[in-house]
Every structure is written in C-alpha cells, then in structure tokens.
C-alpha cells in the first residue's frame, strides 16, 4: 500500500483536515462507489481545492486506503464493545447479535460497504505490515468466531465459511442501507435467518437426524462444539 499521507499529518487544523476530506470521501464512495468517484467529487464534497486534497493525498486510492483503515480501527472498536461475553452464547443468538452490529455500524459508517465492495479480493498483511483489507479483517473475525464453534474444521474450511457469510452480509445490507426502516428491518431478520439456516445445515447439532437419516437431502460437514438439542430458535421474517 502507498504512503497514506503525502504531507505528515500533525495536530490541531491539520488533524481535522483529513477527517473532513475522509468524510466527504465516505459520502461520495457511497453515493458513486469506490470505482466511479473522483478526486475533484471528493474535493467538492469538502468544500476544498483539488490542490488541497492533493496536498495530504497522492490520488484516490490514498485517499480509500486511509477511509479502510480507519473504518477498520472503528469496526474492530465497535465490535468489541458490542460482541462480549460470547462463550455459551448459542449460534443462533450470535448471529442476530451479529447480524443487528454490523448492521448498525454500517448505517453510522455509509461508506464501508462500498470499501468492501471496492476490497473484492482479500490481501492478507504486505511485507511492511500494513493492514489487510476490510473484506479480509471480516473475514479473519468470522473464520475466528467458526474455529471457536466447530470442532476438527480445517483452516481452509473455516474461511470457506467464513467467506460465504461476509459475501451475504454484504450483499443484503447493500439493500438495508437504502431501505426505509421498516424494510430494512425485515431484510436484516431474513439475513440472520438465512445465515442460521446455513450454519445449521452445515453443522448440525450431534442429535439432529442428519447425521443418521440417509434420506435427509442436506448432508452435514461436521458437528459443532456444544451440547446438543439447545433450542434457540430463528424465525423467519414475512412482510404482512
């Protein structure tokens, strides 16, 4: 990743400079995508000079580098606080817990789904040590949070599975964000049963007649971590 900065930011004016360019450039990524926006939008949206957004940046992808990273320290910050005290939690509370703070991150940080939409292809960290990708960060917490709950998974298949959610997450809080309230709130139930529905398929509990039942159509990769028959409900979201 190139230098963030072209000029060393210091305190002070300085300092709120970048947040005001950082921040009209959100709203434009947003509004355009990460693709379609310019510097001169991102400098209109300021209120600034072209030359001025030139002064602390190279060109646009300094300018997105440095949204992902701090949108990144915001999200990993925010999940802590919102994600505790998870061990005994079932996995059906984890994901409608999950489901409804990632939810309420992105509508407090618009331009974050257009930087995972822009972050397509996950990089791991460079030589340097500079931070990977946003995609990739959701991608190392939710591989994490499957290692934790499905016992003998394999590296490769827990960011499978990992890879599979953040790409639905994605894709279905892309529609929330534009959706009226109400919409958006339906859409975010259906996500969290659609996610449940695919976990509980793959990893059924050790009770369910899955692992027995030839005839069942959806055959289970492993068991998870836990003990079985918790009755945790999803239910489905219907608009009336």
Do not use: C
């Not at 061990?87 to 940080?109: D, H, K, Y």
């Not at 990992?162 to 339906?186: F, K, N, S």
């Not at 659609?194 to 030839?214: C, G, Q, V």
């Amino acid at each position: 990743m190139v230098e963030q900065f072209r000029s060393r930011p210091r305190q002070g004016r300085s300092g709120e400079s970048i947040d005001a360019l950082l921040d009209a450039a959100e709203l434009v990524f947003r509004r355009h995508g990460v693709a379609e926006a310019t510097t001169v939008m991102i400098a209109q949206q300021a209120g600034v000079s072209v030359g001025r957004l030139y002064y602390w940046f190279a060109d646009k992808t300094a300018v997105a580098d440095a949204l992902s990273r701090r949108h990144q320290d915001r999200l990993v910050s925010f999940l802590t606080e919102q994600l505790v005290d998870l061990e005994g939690v079932s996995t059906p509370t984890l994901v409608r817990r999950i489901v409804a703070a990632f939810a309420q991150f992105v509508r407090s940080n618009p331009g974050s789904l257009a930087l995972l939409h822009h972050d397509s292809t996950p990089t791991p960290d460079d030589a340097n040590g500079n931070k990977p990708s946003m995609r990739t960060l959701m991608v190392d917490l939710v591989a994490g949070m499957v290692a934790a709950r499905v016992d003998a998974a394999t590296a490769g298949e827990q960011r499978l599975v990992a890879a599979m959610l953040v790409e639905t997450v994605v894709g279905v809080l892309d529609l929330a964000v534009l959706a009226d309230a109400v919409r958006a709130a339906e859409l975010e139930a259906e996500l969290a049963y659609l996610i449940a529905a695919y976990l509980y398929a793959r990893y059924p509990s050790s009770d369910d007649r899955a692992w027995t039942d030839e005839r069942y159509p959806i055959r289970p990769a492993r068991r998870p971590i836990g003990p079985p028959g918790r009755v945790d409900p999803i239910e489905p979201s219907l608009p009336e």
